[in-house]
T-cell receptor, first 109, second 122 residues
Framework: GQNIDQPTEMTATEGAIVQINCTYQ??????LFWYQQHAGEAPTFLSY??LDGLEEKGRFSSFLSRSKGYSYLLLKELQMKDSASYLC??????????WGAGTKLIIKP | GAVVSQHPSWVICKSGTSVKIECRSL??????MFWYRQFPKQSLMLMAT?????????EQGVEKDKFLINHASLTLSTLTVTSAHPEDSSFYIC??????????????????FGPGTRLLVL
């Protein structure tokens, strides 16, 4: 079966750095996505990785290791507005997105 | 980035009525759109894949006669919840695939989400 695992909840301090991990087992791989979802809102696109390595985009970076079925989202200089759920999703061989359950990130002052 | 609109954003209706939700890609053409449902504190659940000019593909367990999907043009897909019941109350989100999206790593696609429609059936 297809499976995406990520922690349910994480807590971090404003100004700090946090890493949200995602492991996956899917039938085929056509890229991994990270989305941010604030409570009551639709997800917004953060990053896309299809090759191994680190992609940096401002305060957010995303890493992928295809051989390990592993990705992480790194958030630096945390701000209160970063409090949200972060969804990991993998596009399988049929170009369908397989979603993780999301990681709720709580930022404390 | 690509913009997807969804209308209405809120619907409150009586049990037994039908509700239509529209999803539009505003600045790109979307041959494929996706409809999701999300219950509180749960992840997105794909309901169906909507293909322009052809029948939608429904996920297992989703009743196609209850959730009617029409993708009549490259920029519009509609989801109609027929004879809605309280258990259909949920957050419905559409997304559209932008094949021209950010793709510097190679072949890939990005889905952009509409703002969602919150449905409450009384």
């Amino acid at each position: 079966g297809q499976n995406i695992d990520q922690p349910t909840e994480m807590t971090a301090t404003e100004g700090a750095i946090v890493q949200i991990n995602c492991t996956y087992q899917t039938s085929g791989f056509n890229g991994l996505f990270w989305y941010q979802q604030h409570a009551g809102e639709a997800p917004t696109f953060l990053s896309y990785n299809v090759l191994d390595g680190l992609e940096e985009k401002g305060r957010f970076s995303s890493f992928l290791s295809r051989s390990k079925g592993y990705s992480y989202l790194l958030l630096k200089e945390l701000q209160m507005k970063d409090s949200a759920s972060y969804l990991c999703a993998v596009m399988d061989s049929n170009y369908q997105l397989i979603w993780g359950a999301g990681t709720k990130l709580i930022i404390k002052p | 980035g690509a913009v997807v609109s969804q209308h209405p954003s809120w619907v409150i209706c009586k049990s037994g009525t039908s509700v239509k939700i529209e999803c539009r890609s505003l600045d790109f053409q979307a041959t494929t759109m996706f409809w999701y449902r999300q219950f509180p504190k749960q992840s997105l659940m794909l309901m169906a894949t909507s293909n322009e000019g052809s029948k939608a593909t429904y996920e297992q367990g989703v009743e196609k006669d209850k959730f009617l999907i029409n993708h009549a043009s490259l920029t519009l897909s509609t989801l109609t919840v027929t004879s809605a019941h309280p258990e259909d109350s949920s957050f419905y989100i559409c997304s559209a695939r932008d094949l021209s999206g950010p793709n510097h790593q190679g072949v890939g696609e990005t889905q952009y989400f509409g703002p969602g429609t919150r449905l409450l059936v009384l």
